[in-house]
Structures are given as structure tokens and as C-alpha cells.
């Protein structure tokens, strides 16, 4: 029987992350399990056409994405009761969101990875590719698709 003992959530902060989240922690109770929840930070563009950023107004805007993502995880992780019993690891990166949900997955030795079936915005989806899909094709670990 397939009993998961490392969970990984990304997160993107969305309901259906939410209830990604919610589901992972019920596994976690009933297998006594550790739950990894990442959120990755993607890199801001610095040009766009003609037009560039300079360097320190690109890292004032990444530094302030950190700040806003940690506060995000930590309201999060506020949300929920079930998480008490469940040791969960919270844990953000920068960069693309594909590569780096496969490294969190390979460095914390990940049995299961429970995510939503869709992102933010359908938009968003179509013009970054389903992460989801990525995913699937790239992990090494089952992936537990979360329907809302």
C-alpha cells in the first residue's frame, strides 16, 4: 500500500492551491507525513523591447516579491488548524516555477506531490503553459492533481 511520507505543496496562494493544501494535510495526518509547501518567485524581466529597468530598481522589485511571498506563507500557514500534528516545511525559491518545484521534489526526497489542476488565471495558463502538465511529464514522484 502506498502510504506517502514526504508531501510536497507548491503553492501559488490561489484557492485551488488552497485546496491542494488541504488535501495534502489530510494525508499528512492520516500517514504521518511531512509537508514541504513552496511558492517559487519568478525572476523579474529586466528588459521588455526597447525599454529596460535598471539593475537596482530589478532587485527592489524581486526583494519586495520576497517580502510579499513570505508574508503570504506565513498567513498560509496561519489558515489552517489541521495543520497542528503535521510538520510542515514551508520553503521559497526564485526562479522558473518547473524547475524549481522539480528540485525541491528531488532535494527533500518527495513520495507524493499534491497540486491543483489549474493556476491563478486561465490567461496566465495559456501564456505560461499549464505548470501542472510540466510537472507531470518531469517529476519522478506521483502527483496527486487537485480538482476545485
Known amino acids: 500500500m502506498f502510504a506517502p511520507k514526504r508531501i510536497l505543496v507548491p503553492t501559488d496562494f490561489s484557492d485551488d492551491s488552497d485546496v491542494a493544501l488541504k488535501?495534502?494535510?489530510e494525508l499528512a495526518k492520516q500517514y504521518n507525513s511531512k509537508v514541504y509547501l513552496l511558492h517559487v518567485v519568478e525572476p523579474v524581466t529586466q528588459c521588455a523591447g526597447d525599454y529596460c529597468l535598471d539593475t537596482a530598481n530589478v532587485k527592489?522589485?524581486?526583494a519586495s516579491d520576497i517580502k510579499h511571498?513570505?508574508?503570504m506563507m506565513r498567513r498560509?500557514?496561519?489558515k489552517y488548524a489541521e495543520i497542528q500534528g503535521v510538520e510542515v516545511i514551508s520553503d521559497i525559491r526564485e526562479g522558473d516555477p518547473v524547475d524549481e518545484i522539480i528540485k525541491e521534489q528531488e532535494e527533500r526526497g518527495v513520495d507524493l506531490m499534491v497540486m491543483p489542476s489549474h493556476g491563478k488565471t486561465n490567461f496566465l495558463k495559456r501564456l505560461a503553459g499549464n505548470i501542472s502538465e510540466k510537472i507531470m511529464e518531469e517529476?519522478?514522484?506521483p502527483v496527486?492533481?487537485?480538482?476545485?
Do not use: F, G, M, W
Open 23 to 25: 488535501q495534502a494535510l
Open 60 to 62: 527592489e522589485i524581486e
Open 69 to 71: 511571498s513570505e508574508d
Open 76 to 78: 498560509e500557514l496561519e
Open 139 to 141: 517529476t519522478k514522484s
Open 144 to 148: 496527486l492533481l487537485v480538482k476545485h
